[in-house]
């Protein structure tokens, strides 16, 4: 069965300092893994996706991610935190079952910024 | 566009009460689910829907029904709702053919409290 897992429900970096988010998957078959953000008290929305084209992805707002499939992972990382980047990360996988599509969620990371 | 909005935004049931929660997207999105989130779990799908009147079970389908008599809304009921069910509801709605790589565009939640 495919799933997703988040490492470190809670991180906490400094203004400018690099952020990691990061996700592991199992899958059987190639993965098309996604993340997203969460604002406080809002819905969530798309940052970037893998599917295959390049291992190598860029998102909005400067994170980017890079699929490695020896390590089964898909970190998320930006190079200088914002105050404005203080949110819920989610990491998930696009799976087809029964003959739909379904996104499998891992736990979430929350990210705190301190000044 | 407004997207995928749903209503009420938050709510308080007692014990046993019954209520709806409304989805409604305007892209014209055959695809639209519905979700539930808790602390450390992530998102957790409860019914999606693959078109006008139809709906299918998700990973926790239990306590609550869904019907889909217009393409653009994605109704969640509860018939007698308990406090296992308090939590934040989402719903989502994603277009295309049921591509494995399409993006899902989420509503802003509905947080829902039953003592």
């Known amino acids: 069965a495919q799933s997703v897992t988040q490492l470190g429900s809670h991180v906490s970096v400094s203004e400018g300092a690099l952020v990691l988010l990061r996700c592991n998957y199992s899958?059987?078959?190639?993965?098309?893994l996604f993340w997203y953000v969460q604002y406080p008290n809002q819905g969530l929305q798309l940052l970037l996706k893998y599917t295959s084209a390049a291992t190598l992805v860029k998102g909005i707002n400067g994170f980017e991610a890079e699929f490695k499939k020896s390590e089964t992972s898909f970190h998320l990382t930006k190079p200088s935190a914002h105050m404005s980047d203080a949110a819920e990360y989610f990491c998930a996988v696009s799976l087809l079952s029964g003959g739909y599509n379904k996104l499998i969620f891992g736990a979430g990371t929350r990210l705190a910024v301190h000044p | 566009n407004a997207g995928v909005t749903q209503t009420p935004k938050f709510r308080v049931l007692k014990t046993g009460q019954s209520m709806t929660l409304l989805c409604a997207q305007d892209m014209n999105h055959e695809y639209m689910y519905w979700y539930r989130q808790d602390p450390g779990m992530g998102l957790r799908l409860i019914h999606y829907?693959?078109?006008?009147?139809?709906?299918a079970k998700g990973e926790v389908p239990d306590g609550y029904n869904v019907s889909r008599l217009k393409k653009q809304n994605f109704l969640l009921g509860l018939e007698s709702a308990a406090p296992s069910q308090t939590s934040v509801y989402f719903c989502?709605?994603?277009?295309?053919?049921?591509?494995?790589?399409?993006?899902?565009?989420f509503g802003p939640g509905t947080r829902l409290t039953v003592l």
């Open positions: 989502a709605s994603k277009g295309g053919g049921g591509r494995i790589t399409d993006e899902q565009f």
């Open positions: 829907s693959v078109g006008e009147g139809t709906t």
């Open positions: 899958s059987s078959v190639p993965p098309y």
